[in-house]
DNA sequence: ACTATTATCTTTACAATGTCAAGATGCTAT
DNA sequence: ATAGCATCTTGACATTGTAAAGATAATAGT
């Protein structure tokens, strides 16, 4: 192929230069003409390999997905059993993102919200739904009497957060299917223990 | 104030087309010249009351944030003890933003993946990390001897799913803190029982 | 009541971007 | 060798965010 006018793979070579844009500058400052700039290629050159702006970010999510599962083969296929397994697959679930946020907030687009977990000082959270839980869960463990060390204090409080925000993103994913009410078996169950 | 010229309250009218235009087509869809041209003011009109764009989106932000608090109290006020009302939330938490679940795409960016929970009949999942979080929960099973209805089963998957998302979802907003490592004990704590 | 100040809004302008259309270039199969 | 196709360029246009300069209305101070 010739240098200049065929590039070779321009299409990898795109996706390639989108998540080095979001990496570098967040998906705010992703556009067609800067990664096609990136590649030297004109600015319309990548409509010969994606339909729209559209498809190339869906093809960097799928290409972010193949490197996440990789990851969490990995941890399933370096663990004894398949109980460690799902806790091992768990810990990289949240390894993979935390060690690139802006992936994560591309994938799934989280927001900037300041929550502290904390029990053992007054912090001031900007999530006023998050505080409501906090007051709530110290209601309940006063109300049952139960005494817990800050550790499993905090453990529990972010377990039903993550939980109802989990549930909730998944809830509002197009596709899933259940055949049952879940939500409230989900949310009692989290307390019983 | 004058008809036309000052228009009496442009800063919410603002929030309330943006809130409008996100309703009906997405947040892809929200520009300030269309908000403004909704409130019939000419397209730098908005720049009287928010800096940039990003203010207005933050204000908008905000709005629908108050209105999922005042749901959430209102589910809270409405139990009878802290654990019912924990309980509540969380329904009520899903609830809130599945009524519309563009708002949920809105406040924490949700993907449109399809994963199917149920395991009585053989689904394609396009999401694998989905699916082998399932083969993986499947196997555990089986080494484990446990027997389970097809309703526990469902319950169990999603709530390891929804932890394992919902949880790196928080750790990666910026302002988390927490005093431990809490995702071991969190992923751990999901089997046993 | 009059004027100065400020908040609000308009008009104009520009750069970045997504997208389309027309054409140029190089590859490949017949 | 040539026809057809994939790939790329150039040029154009509409949408958008944003800045600057000025117009208009409300308000405060005198």
Known sequence: MSDNYHHGN?????????????NE???ANLSLRKAAAMCKVSHAAPYAHFKDKNELVEAIK????????????????????????????????????VRRPDYFKFMFGSQNITAHIRFDKQYENDYPPFDLL???????????????????KETELLKLWASAHGITAIACMSGVETSFDWEDKIFSDLLIR
Do not use: C, W
């Open 10 to 22: 321009l299409r990898q070579a795109l996706i390639d230069a989108g998540i080095k844009i979001i």
């Open 134 to 152: 906090k007051e709530t869960y110290l209601k309940y463990l006063v109300e049952k009497r139960l005494d817990k060390s800050e550790e499993e």
């Open 62 to 97: 799928a290409t972010v997905t193949e490197k996440f599962m990789e990851e969490l083969s990995a941890a399933a296929d370096a663990s004894p059993d398949a109980e460690s397994a799902l806790v091992n697959m768990g810990r990289h679930y949240v390894a993979f993102f």
């Open 25 to 27: 500058s967040g998906e």
